[in-house]
């Protein structure tokens, strides 16, 4: 696998604020990609909060989305979702980069983020940009049978 996106794809995506417009299409795809989605009011709560909240579009079909709060000079990567039948073409990375440099623009001086332990797409695509896995949370995620830990894990931006 790798490569760049645009050596895979005919066009190269596109970025734009989510609005309440797009949940309808986002909340599919959050449905469809993890076991334990986001519900509408998290993303409400997210446009509201006046977190970063960006789509991912190619040739105008919502591909995938991300959700960061920066605050002081902390960053949260909050929620990151490629459209199943879009994933492990580059996007996933490719979106990471760009909320990354969000980040960055930002003036945050790290990101953080908390992962399943048992999400081993995610925690490899985060590793491969940089992340440090830097703690466990016990317990943080519900599961399908009681709790999951969280692994959290931080980039430095400086
Ligand atoms: C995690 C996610 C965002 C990755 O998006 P993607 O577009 O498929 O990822 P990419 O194609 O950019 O992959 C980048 C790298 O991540 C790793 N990776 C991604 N998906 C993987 C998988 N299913 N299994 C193993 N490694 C994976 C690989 O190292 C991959 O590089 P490679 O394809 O060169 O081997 C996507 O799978 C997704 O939306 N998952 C559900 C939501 C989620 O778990 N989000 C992250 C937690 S917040």
Redesign the pocket.
Known sequence: ??GSVSAQLDNLPQYRRMTADDLEVVIAIENE??PHPWTRGNFYDSLNAGYHCWIMELTGEIV?YGVVSIGADEAH?L????AAR???????????KFLIQLAREAFAHKIY????PS????R??YA?AGFDEIATRRGYYPAHRGREDAVIMELNLK
């Open positions: 696998m790798g990609v993890y995938g990567l929620n990151l979702g490629i879009w994933q492990r073409r580059g996007l996933g990375r490719e979106m990471l983020l908390e992962v399943r999400n081993i797409g995610g490899r695509l491969s």
